[in-house]
């Protein structure tokens, strides 16, 4: 795992349309899509049976679970994005959209790139930041995914965000 940068919310407000990071690879084996398989308890075929996956849905191999790629961004923004500078609490706001666009195969791996698209100050000591996030399959033609995903910041009280312009 990569060590996580840090920045204040006013530089990080100045990477505004930038690609903030690119996460490392994640392998994503038949060991973990059954483990994800057990948690969430979905089990069909396409995910668990590489013999049914074959001859039933003309696929080459088991696919991930689609929510399985989705649970990563956690993962993928720590290593590739900057974290807030005196944030006490980070939490997943939500997301204003989610698209599954393309398979990932047992035995791919996967990794996500963030660009940012606004930084909003809520309240003072609270603020939202949105990321375009598309998660590359290795040696995949399509994204597996791409989402614009809300994080929103709780600073410490002794770190209240600068007031200036908020960008959205």
Not at 35 to 57: M, Y
Request: proline residues 4%; charged residues 25%; hydrophobic residues 40%.
């Amino acid at each position: 795992m990569q060590e996580q940068t840090e920045a204040r919310v006013e530089e990080i407000r100045q990477l505004v349309k930038v690609e903030v990071g690119i996460s490392r690879w994640f392998a994503i084996g038949q060991d973990r899509i059954d483990a994800f398989a057990d948690v969430t308890e979905d089990h069909q075929f396409i995910h668990i049976d590489p013999e049914r996956a074959r001859s039933e849905a003309g696929l080459e191999t088991t696919i991930a679970h689609g929510f399985l790629t989705l649970s990563l961004l956690s993962a993928m923004a720590l290593d590739a994005t900057p974290a807030i500078i005196g944030t006490r609490m980070g939490i997943n706001y939500g997301f204003d959209r989610i698209r599954f666009l393309s398979p990932v195969k047992s035995g791919a791996r996967v990794r996500g790139r963030f660009v940012l698209l606004s930084l909003e100050e809520r309240k003072n000591c609270e603020v939202d930041v949105v990321w375009s996030v598309t998660v590359e399959s290795e040696g995949g033609k399509r994204p597996a995914l791409t989402a614009e995903w809300i994080n929103r910041f709780y600073l410490n009280e002794n770190d209240p965000v600068p007031s200036g312009e908020t960008q959205a």
